[in-house]
């Protein structure tokens, strides 16, 4: 029952299309049979690309490991810090929380806010997904998306150094508020 | 199959392949892992190709353009960046999605900020966040990632 509910709550969506369809076979059936064909065909369309993804996402999990990322993550300062902490945030991979433990950690070794937020926005950069949006929209905007959302961790990182004020990595170390190890890594991630 | 669908096949079996000259039992994993992400997102996945039929049967494009359309100006990304900010989802979920909706004669910037508020803004994380970093960062956070999706989208929209 536990495992039925969590399964919902991350596929919310299944359950709200489900009650979609009943509503529209009810009232005008030819639409819903006309619309799971349709949703049939799309899907069949990106069959192999999907695949693709999955792959890469496979791959990136074994060879892009936490410690492979401790390791590159240089005591760099400034902008090449950023700089760092964009590059690993391009290729981290799972769910937001589930990177939470590595940034507190990386916080605790004495990185600033900064290039935690960097890394944070970068994660939106999703490197297995490329093949997926190259073949939906073609290279100029991938390229332009991709580019953008890696200049933009350059402007979230000073906006946030402003909204935090320049002593709150100090001082989130100072208070102990990380939980590092307390919460792990959830199980059955839905990211790539 | 499109020529683009075999030359991505191609590259990631090539990559497969040069992975598993340096691992062969990293790539077993690596194999197994796809596998098992795929299952995990194959029912959100269904659901957002069920969708996107009904979408296509129920929903004019005229409907589309008129809230997600170019003449909504700058109203559009931001009900795109409402609706990516609030849902939460399989990353490549969202692709089909966005290129459904730019099909249906929605604007680059609401199509481009749905992509980008849809994995950057993390509402549904926002407890976990304040947990770890307090209110703080995780708010500010926030507030500025579905901003600047909201910014983003309207750049790819100007340029493109």
Same mark, same amino acid.
């Given at each position: 029952m536990k495992r039925f509910v969590k399964w919902s709550k991350t596929n919310w969506l299944v359950w709200a299309v489900a009650a979609a369809y009943v509503i529209v076979a009810a009232t005008r059936p030819e639409a819903a049979a006309d619309g799971g064909i349709i949703g049939l065909q799309t899907f069949g369309e990106l069959a192999a690309t999907l695949v693709t993804v999955f792959v890469i996402v496979g791959l990136f999990q074994v060879w892009v490991t936490e410690d492979f990322i401790m390791k590159h993550l240089g005591e760099g300062s400034g902008f090449r810090a950023l700089a760092i902490g964009a590059g690993v945030g391009t290729i981290i991979h799972g769910p937001l929380v589930g990177i939470f433990p590595l940034l507190d950690a990386l916080l605790a070794k004495g990185a600033r806010a900064g290039v935690i937020v960097a890394i944070v926005s970068t994660w939106a950069i999703k490197l297995p997904m490329i093949p997926l949006e190259l073949r939906l929209f073609g290279w100029q905007f991938t390229l332009l998306r991709e580019g953008l959302l890696f200049a933009s961790a350059f402007v979230m990182a000073p906006l946030m150094d402003l909204a935090l004020g320049k002593d709150w990595a100090r001082h989130h170390r100072a208070t102990g508020q990380g939980m590092t190890g307390i919460i792990t890594r959830p199980e059955g991630d839905l990211d790539g | 199959m499109s020529g683009t669908d075999w030359a991505m096949l191609a590259v990631t079996a090539a990559a497969v392949g040069f992975s598993a000259s340096r691992n062969r039992e990293k790539t077993m994993k690596a194999l197994r892992i796809a596998l098992k992400q795929f299952l995990n997102v194959l029912p959100f996945f269904i659901a957002v190709f069920a969708m996107i039929g009904l979408f296509e049967v129920l929903l004019t494009p005229a409907q589309i353009q008129g809230w997600l359309?170019?003449?909504q100006g700058i109203l559009a990304p931001i009900y795109a960046a409402i609706f990516g900010g609030l849902a939460t989802g +399989? +990353? $490549? $979920?969202?692709f089909p999605l966005g290129q459904y909706l730019l099909n249906q004669h929605a604007s680059i910037a609401a199509v481009a900020t749905l992509l980008i508020a849809w994995v950057a803004v993390g509402t549904v994380t926002l407890p976990a966040e304040i947990s770890f970093f307090g209110a703080r960062f995780a708010l500010s956070r926030w507030a500025l990632a579905l901003s600047l999706s909201v910014v983003l989208g309207l750049v790819m929209g100007w340029l493109l």
């Open positions: - | 359309g170019s003449g +399989p +990353p $490549a $979920a969202v």
